[in-house]
């Protein structure tokens, strides 16, 4: 390889290890959303994403944000579905390094995860969890979402972004 072409090479090698490294990675902190075409909550859906995906965020606008899933389809979530991948963590004698995502620490904060729910199902037996199972099932379709919407002159019918 001649030294003009290695040259050429390296420089091609750091620029995309810094692209990479620049690169915000969000994940999707919600049961199950959909991936739109355009910034709008009655947009076609081109992709159905669900919770723990990881996706590459591409631009942000208007309380949505323009994500690359890792299959390459290209779309728009609302922000509040997402978080940044991962945050740093030191530990109180500052000599060992962790990572916990943020879904992970807003759970910590809140005390709520999985383990502890199925403690507390365990620990109340009596309690009844129908409804909260039902409300999990309910699926509206896009029509009826946006008479919604525009009902209560909500997202771009009227109301915030």
Do not use: C
């Not at 090698?13 to 959909?34: D, G, M, N, Q």
């Not at 995502?101 to 365990?122: I, M, W």
């Amino acid at each position: 390889m001649k030294k003009p072409a290695r040259l050429t090479f390296l420089i091609a090698a750091v620029l995309a290890v810094f692209v990479f490294l620049l690169a915000e990675t969000v994940v999707v902190k919600i049961k199950t959303t959909s991936l739109r075409r355009d910034p709008k909550f009655t947009a076609p859906i081109v992709a159905a994403i669900k919770a723990g995906d990881s996706l590459e965020k591409l631009e942000a606008r208007d309380g949505w944000v323009k994500v690359k899933t890792k299959a390459g389809v290209v779309g728009w979530l609302h922000s509040t579905a997402v978080e940044s991948k991962k945050l740093g963590l030191l530990a109180m004698d500052k000599t060992m390094k962790t990572q916990a995502s943020a879904g992970e620490v807003a759970l910590a904060a809140k005390g709520f995860n999985k383990q502890v729910e199925d403690k507390y199902r365990a620990g109340n037996a009596a309690a009844d969890f129908a409804a909260v199972d039902a409300m999990e099932k309910v699926r509206p379709t896009p029509a009826e979402v946006e008479a919604f919407m525009k009902e209560g002159k909500l997202g771009e019918f009227g109301g915030s972004r």
